[in-house]
């Protein structure tokens, strides 16, 4: 039971936090969304960081589900497709933490040096499925150029809700289509005549 009753906090305070944003929600706004008492979330995390916390070891195991690489083979353009899907999906289920990112760190060190540590993994994952794609044949490019594409792809993954927001986008789930397809079309200009054929399919599959 007290499991249970800890797992409906931690889903209604996700689903509050990207409702509302994070730092709109407040513990006793969540117990009365359960209603719970303030005492009984609190019998079950110390305070709304806790919680923060908690969502956030969820988040890290789902991404690092969705940064994990083919296994025994190089890649190709639809694993990079699958990929940024699962990672874009991730972003998304947890959005609040994308929104709220720098007011969420600066306050919680924990929390900071662990979604550095996230950063890192995706930043090697990304070189090292530029460094796949070029072994492929699928992409002609440098080092330099291959290093500098994966750095392009994990900034506008991180940030791209951002500059959603900022620039007045109202749905958030067509603004993680167009994410989709804007990281694509970072690796365009690499790819041989077959593979950049293939990639304009499969983005006018995926918008229409």
């Not at 209604?12 to 706004?29: R, W």
């Not at 600066?106 to 040096?113: K, V, Y």
């Not at 994410?179 to 790819?191: D, E, N, R, T, Y």
């Amino acid at each position: 039971m007290a499991k249970q009753t800890r797992q409906r906090i931690l889903d209604a305070a996700l689903t509050m936090f990207n409702a509302q944003g994070e730092p709109n929600v407040t513990t006793n706004h969540i117990a009365d969304e359960l209603e719970i008492s303030p005492g009984n979330l609190y019998y079950h995390f110390r305070n709304k960081d806790d919680i923060i916390e908690q969502l956030f070891a969820r988040f890290e195991e789902r991404m690092d589900s969705a940064l994990a690489a083919p296994q025994g083979r190089l890649p190709g353009l639809e694993d990079i497709w699958l990929q940024l899907h699962l990672v874009f999906e991730c972003i998304w289920d947890y959005r609040f933490l994308y929104r709220d990112l720098v007011e969420i760190l600066s306050r919680n060190r924990r929390l900071r040096l662990r979604f550095a540590r996230i950063l890192k993994r995706a930043d090697e994952q990304a070189h090292t499925v530029m460094r796949g794609l070029s072994q492929a044949g699928v992409m002609r490019a440098s080092s330099d150029e291959l290093a500098a594409t994966a750095t392009n792809v994990l900034v506008i993954a991180t940030f791209w809700l951002n500059y959603a927001a900022a620039r007045g986008d109202k749905d958030e789930h067509a603004a993680i289509r167009d994410g989709i397809v804007q990281v694509m079309m970072l690796l365009a200009p690499f790819l041989r005549d077959a593979e950049r054929v293939h990639l304009n399919t499969l983005i006018r599959a995926y918008l229409d």
